[in-house]
Nanobody, 117 residues
Framework: QVQLVESGGGLVQPGGSLRLSCAASGIIFSIYNMGWYRQAPGKQRELVAVVTRDGTTNYADFVKGRFTISRDNAKNTVYLQMNGLKPEDTAVYYC???????????WGQGTQVIVSS
């Protein structure tokens, strides 16, 4: 059984911070590229950030300088530290595990982030 479980979402005021976590099980975590995606109501799912199995990070332009993705292979967990949150960051955030060989993908159930005063 492969399972990705997100946590840490919630309601936060503009300018605030949240730390999302994604705990993985059922995969050899260290060989997977891990990413965070988000989907706002009425919009398509979009890439937020990715950290490869080698530790290389990449970010969407709209979160550069505000969000930080990291991974802890000992805990089979990937994190997304979100600072300076804006109302337009409101979305359901999804954890993704991607194995480049055979394009294997797994998804979490999503955690909701609402940025509002």
């Amino acid at each position: 059984q492969v399972q990705l479980v997100e946590s840490g979402g919630g309601l936060v005021q503009p300018g605030g911070s949240l730390r999302l976590s994604c705990a993985a099980s059922g995969i050899i975590f260290s060989i997977y590229n891990m990413g965070w995606y988000r989907q706002a109501p009425g919009k398509q799912r979009e890439l937020v950030a990715v950290v490869t199995r080698d530790g290389t990070t990449n970010y969407a332009d709209f979160v550069k300088g505000r969000f930080t993705i990291s991974r802890d292979n000992a805990k089979n967990t990937v994190y997304l530290q979100m600072n300076g949150l804006k109302p337009e960051d409101t979305a359901v955030y999804y954890c993704n595990a991607h194995w480049p060989y055979y394009s294997r993908n797994y998804w979490g159930q999503g955690t909701q982030v609402i940025v509002s005063s």
